[in-house]
């Protein structure tokens, strides 16, 4: 991964073979940052998107392994447990021009990965919210 960094905005570039959520959750532990939101776009072949289904309280899981167009990768970053977390989610275009989606649990880049992250100074925990099942921010 190559990154700069300009006030409190840094640009990364993650490379063939390197897995989003875990890349840019090491980057965030790195960099001190735990609050903020995240854009990007890039090139995957290997991914793993989520339908949250609320009557079930559950992720419905897809593994899709062929080359797509990341259109677009979005969201932002709160803590977990003390620990900086993602929550981001996925727009992914194929050779046809379909484009499909969902929440983003892991891609791995198969070209490039162009990704801005902003970094705000505040402190947004997330917590079990028993309404949705979903860990929720506190705000
Ligand atoms: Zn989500």
Not at 3 to 14: A, E, I, Q
Not at 42 to 51: H, K, L, N, Q
Request: hydrophobic share 40%; aromatic share 10%; net charge negative.
């Amino acid at each position: 991964m190559h990154f700069r960094k300009d006030g409190n905005v840094y640009c990364l570039r993650l490379q063939k073979g390197q897995e989003i959520v875990e890349s840019l959750t090491q980057f965030l532990k790195e960099e001190y940052i735990r609050a903020g939101f995240i854009t990007g776009i890039g090139a995957t072949d290997d991914v793993t998107i989520g339908y949250y289904d609320a009557s079930h309280r559950t992720y419905v899981k897809e593994d899709l392994k062929e080359a797509f167009e990341i259109l677009g990768l979005n969201g932002n970053i709160t803590i977990v447990d003390d620990a900086p977390f993602t929550h981001l989610h996925i727009m992914l275009g194929n050779e046809e021009f379909k484009v499909m989606g969902g929440h983003l649990f892991r891609a791995v880049v198969s070209l490039t990965a162009e990704i801005f992250i902003t970094a705000v100074d505040m402190n947004i925990e997330r917590k079990f919210d028993s309404e949705t099942g979903l860990k929720t921010m506190n705000i």
